[in-house]
């Protein structure tokens, strides 16, 4: 047992030192362990406060001075509570972003030096890049070949506007390349849209990969076309409004069955009497659109009709009114030439609910048939009585 106690004896000898009281501690380096940031945290650019805890066998732990670094730069010392913390707050703001590795180094009096490190990425304050078009205008119309400017700015809380990166796109054509964009603006030239309606985005990234866009609406459509006979038709009336006086709720639809756009400013709207009206524009009838005339354009007066255009309700030969009898509603081009025509009586409507052609033989012969129109039994918001002027009609079973 004596042997066996001796070489304990010896073991606990080496490396130990004696204190006061006669017993021995290990004189080994100091500990040190940095508890912020932690392991592959991303560390926002800014006011970081670095923390850790330090302890020493045999100095005071108040003692000890500790030293933080950044890869290969010092960033300051910190000396130890008595509860071993140290901590140091620095400013990352122009640190570069991506990794990096934090250092604390501590050396005892003996020059025992401990380092321990963690590995962390900086990035910049979160937050999309502020992005507006400034040009075109949102809904821009037209014609194939037309070149249009587009123009955009955008900033970003933490990224110089001149490492912004711009991209303009259309959701149909797809990047639109050749940009020039410096200093938190963009401009583009481009006269190669296709036919169709184009959401054209601008797409700025910030260093932190964040994006932030913008969009306007651009419709390119074919240059209007002179309309043919059965190019325009017409689909709805409110004759006979109850809401409001008929010199103020009268209202027609027609509808552009052809593949182009048709400007019908010049048009003569009117009936097989007196009653007539030229149409004042520009007024584009998009393809395969509808467009609806009133006799009060707005909806505030009208019974809540939208409209695309309007016309004076008179009986007098000023003007167009839809007579709660027999009456025709005719549309002529310039020249003279009929392009559409519906003639009724009494028996096709409802009095405050507009009549309208069964959509299924929309832009066929058929639709000037009496079996086919109908009332149209929706109400629009915020219209005040039945009828879809601007949409697709309620069939008719």
């Not at 100091?30 to 406060?49: L, Y």
């Not at 017409?234 to 509808?255: A, S």
């Not at 405050?352 to 012969?365: E, F, H, N, Q, W």
């Amino acid at each position: 047992m004596r042997a066996v106690s001796a070489l304990a004896l010896v073991v606990l000898s080496v490396g130990c030192t004696n204190n006061d009281n006669g017993l021995t501690a290990q004189d080994g380096p100091p500990d040190a362990v940095i508890t912020a940031p932690g392991v592959g945290d991303f560390v926002v650019r800014g006011s970081v406060e670095l923390t850790g805890v330090v302890d020493d066998d045999l100095d005071p732990i108040e003692t000890l001075t500790a030293t933080w670094s950044l890869d290969d730069v010092v960033l300051g010392d910190s000396t130890s509570d008595l509860d071993g913390n140290v901590a140091l707050t620095v400013d990352f703001t122009g640190v570069e972003r991506g990794p990096h590795t934090v250092f604390l180094s501590v050396t005892d009096s003996r020059d025992h030096l401990t380092v321990t490190e963690v590995a962390i990425t900086v990035v910049g304050a979160p937050g999309v890049p502020d992005v507006l078009i400034t040009s075109p205008d949102d809904g821009v119309d037209v014609t194939p070949g037309s070149e249009l400017t587009f123009r955009g700015e955008a900033s970003d809380s933490d990224t110089p506007v001149e490492a912004l990166e711009f991209r303009w796109w259309s959701d149909v054509d797809g990047d639109l390349t050749g940009a020039i964009s410096a200093e938190g603006s963009s401009i583009l030239f481009w006269d190669g849209l296709s036919v169709g309606t184009h959401l054209v985005t601008l797409e700025v990234e910030d260093e932190d990969g964040e994006v932030g866009q913008d969009s306007v609406t651009v419709f390119v459509t074919d240059a209007p076309v002179i309309a043919e006979p059965g190019d325009l038709v017409f689909t709805e009336l409110m004759i006979n409004p109850q809401v409001v006086e008929d010199h103020i709720g009268e209202w027609v639809e027609m509808y552009n069955t052809s593949g182009s756009p048709i400007d019908v400013a010049g048009y003569t709207f009117r009936d097989d009497d007196n009653d007539t009206w030229i149409l004042e524009g520009p007024f584009i009838v998009p393809p395969n659109g509808y467009f609806v005339l009133c006799a009060e354009t707005n909806p505030a007066l009208n019974g809540g009709v939208p409209c695309d255009g309007g016309f004076n309700r008179s009986t007098l030969g000023d003007g167009m009114a839809l007579a709660n009898r027999v009456d025709e509603v005719v549309l002529s081009r310039p020249d003279g030439v009929e392009v559409g025509r519906i003639a009724y009586d009494s028996s096709w409507f409802t009095n405050a609910i507009a009549t309208g052609v069964d959509p299924s033989v929309l832009g066929t012969p058929a639709q000037t048939d009496k079996n086919e129109w109908c009332d149209q039994l929706t109400i629009t918001s915020p219209m005040s009585e039945a009828g879809t002027p601007g949409q697709p009609n309620d069939p008719c079973f």
